[in-house]
């Protein structure tokens, strides 16, 4: 690892832990947001940004998806499954609206529902983050640590998202409704979201890779409920330890395997937020639910690839 990546996955690390730190110390939960270190991944550390999206709207789309997330778990009536399936709608037509690929959005609308965050706490934390990164961003492009990045739109194929999402969000559905059912929510733990849009895009760059990205998820999971049950419930450290020793194991896992994938990055914080029954199964259950959004997402790649091969996206 170069000097420039020490640096930039450095100040990843420490925009993580210091989130946490804040959330400790103001003893407000909301403000812990697991996908904070996805964004840093794909914003910080990564040569290249992997989504389509004008820096100076990311923080703008993240929060409305937050917000949106906020209004559907105070007062959807609809069960949690077909909730999230909503949530997850609302968020896929927003990003075709406004030409882009920001998929954590994805994340960002279902954890209120799946947690049952109500606290308005939460989108406003999700805006002040989300600005910093923006910030973080520009100076490490500045000081020559990251190439400068031209915003590209993306044009959606509409006759292919048609085919695309509907799988996409039957998939996540059906995982909350078992995950619910079965006491095992983590099996639709809300970056599997992302992992499973990602990775089905028939031009997905990281397709190719997707054994060592699954490899890469599920050792942060295990990083990350090892973290939280080692480091607090046994021992009564402070989160802010956890995310610390998470974050750091994170960022060293995917030099060695040479494959940072954002989603991945988010299941190492989301044990910081779980009820401590939840911590030893954890990593089995994003085990599972990573199985099966692999599955799912090469099967709509192939057949993507099969049914509209005459037709590109952009």
């Given amino acids: 690892m170069g000097k420039p990546d020490f640096i ?14 804040a959330s400790e110390l103001l003893r407000t939960p909301a403000i812990l947001f697991p996908e904070i270190l996805a964004l840093l991944t794909g914003m910080w550390v990564m040569p290249r ?25 105070r007062w959807s009536p609809l069960p949690t499954a077909l909730t999230v399936g909503v949530a997850f709608l609302g968020a896929a037509l927003l990003l075709m609206a406004v030409r ?17 965050e109500q606290s308005w706490i939460y989108p406003a934390a999700v805006l002040v983050m989300t600005v910093l990164l923006v910030l973080g961003q520009m100076l490490l492009e500045r000081f020559g ?26 998939t996540i559905m059906a995982l909350v409704a078992v995950g619910v059912t079965m006491g095992v929510p983590c099996v639709a733990a809300p970056p599997l979201a992302v992992l499973l849009s990602e990775l089905s895009f028939k031009e997905s760059p990281a397709a190719p890779h997707s054994l060592r990205i699954w ?8 990083i990350g409920a090892g973290a939280r049950w080692v480091l607090c419930i046994r021992f009564g450290l402070p989160l802010t330890v956890a ?15 040479r494959r940072p994938f954002p989603p991945s990055a988010a299941l190492a914080f ?3 937020l779980l009820p401590e029954s939840l911590i030893p199964t954890y990593p089995l259950q994003v085990f599972i639910g990573t199985t099966v959004c692999l599955v799912v997402a ?8 099969e049914a509209f091969a005459a037709h590109p996206t952009h």
């Fill in 8 to 21: 930039k996955n450095s100040m990843a690390v420490i925009f993580g832990t210091l989130m946490v730190l």
């Fill in 215 to 222: 490899i890469v998820t599920v050792c942060c999971a295990i």
């Fill in 298 to 305: 090469t099967f709509l790649r192939w057949s993507s690839q």
């Fill in 270 to 272: 989301l044990p910081l």
């Fill in 49 to 73: 940004m992997p989504w389509r999206v004008d820096r100076m709207h990311l923080p703008a789309l993240m929060t409305l998806c937050a917000v949106w997330g906020v209004i559907l778990s």
């Fill in 100 to 116: 882009s690929t920001l998929l954590p959005v994805l994340s960002a609308c279902i954890l209120p529902i799946l947690l049952e």
């Fill in 243 to 257: 995310a610390l020793i998470a974050a750091v194991m994170a960022m060293v896992i995917f030099a060695l395997l």
């Fill in 145 to 170: 640590l990251r190439n400068s990045q031209t915003y590209e739109t993306w044009r959606w194929n509409v006759r292919e998202e048609i085919f695309r999402w509907p799988i996409a969000i039957s």
